[in-house]
């Protein structure tokens, strides 16, 4: 990849990047080699695949009879299954919220849309002036097999995830987990955060935007009233509702899910709880030697939550190992490389540098090798809070992922 992200980063993200915003446990540890670095994105799907196909399918439970009263339970699925592609084809489309601001909808799409692909570039999401410092072949793009505005599956409706980025984000820079979960029959939506994304951010503009938690709000509120769209009529289910945030998207979601008493459940990806304790089932991971939103700190907000929690430490993994950071562009560009290159070397200093690559280079693993267990762990708390599953599956050591710590309670 050429590496953009840490371009974007202005002197003003350091702050915000470890999670803040203007607004007995069992201990288990799955220890093993890491296999051959895999380097592309494509590379993630085939991982997976292969942990599907390979691995024995022994952890499905015995069908159980069930009275002609009684709806049968969905069928179960095992571990590894969850870190593969999911049954579902994917669409992707994009609303606006009320106030202004772009919207992003992942979603389960008719089999008929299978085979499309969809582009976003970070081009997109500059200040005009910067966007056109960039010469045409640096590739700051990255793909995903999803059809964009293709026909909903029309077996929904569908539990929703509320997605909320980190520091000089965008909406769009998870759509590798947003596609995951997609495939396996969730909905999944972001929206940019102006307190803290990459244009504000580039500009100096982030003081005085409304806090990240009011577009989260405003996003469910959308979601939740869709009668009449063209595509996404009755593919919501707005009663079930689950939340995902990525270093301060962590906080952002702490806040929501400890305020709004519909949430079900959420998932804090490099993060803490900044003052909130949310009473709700969570999942916390993070990169053991991230140097930007450490560890410890992701530990200690699970310690102050209550059950049922899950806590998962990647070894050989760091700040970016969870969006699409380190993949856009196909991973082969340093942020120094690109700073020169658009004569912005001098302005980029060892802070900024270490922010916005933090997991992307060694002696982190390749982000390929940490997204299986990162989609396993995911799907399979998602799927449980969402009520698919009587019980998790696919969050103890049974992690695809090799090198995993993991703790619950």
Known sequence: MRRLLPLLVSA??????????????ADTTADTTPGTAATTAEAVTATTEAFAETTPDTSKAPV??????????????TAAELAATGPYAVGVTTRTLPEGGGVEIWYPADESTRGGTDTYSLRTYLPDSLAGLIPDDIDVSFTIDATRDGAAAADGPFPLVLQSHGAAGFRQVSSSVAHHLASWGMVVAATDHPSRDTGNSISGTTEGQPPAIEQLRSMRTLLGDLGGDPILDGVVDADRVALGGHSAGGGTIAQEAAEDEGILGYVSYSSS??????EVPSLFMAGEIDTVAEAANTEAAFELVPSPSWLWIFADAGH???????????????????????????FIDEGLRRLASDGCDEPNR????????????????YRWVFGIDAEPIGLDESVVTPGVTITSK
Do not use: H, K, N, Y
């Open 273 to 278: 709880l900044r003052d909130a304790v949310p």
């Open 320 to 346: 970016q190992a969870f969006p699409d950071v380190c993949l856009i562009g196909g991973g082969d560009a340093t942020l120094g490389e690109i700073a020169v290159q658009i004569g912005l070397g001098d």
């Open 366 to 381: 390749p982000v390929t090798e940490v997204w299986p267990g990162i989609f396993q762990g995911t799907t399979g708390f």
């Open 12 to 25: 003003t993200l350091i702050a915000a990047a470890c999670g803040s915003d203007s607004d007995s446990s």
């Open 64 to 77: 159980e009879t069930v009275s002609e009263s009684t709806e049968p339970m969905a069928p179960a699925v």
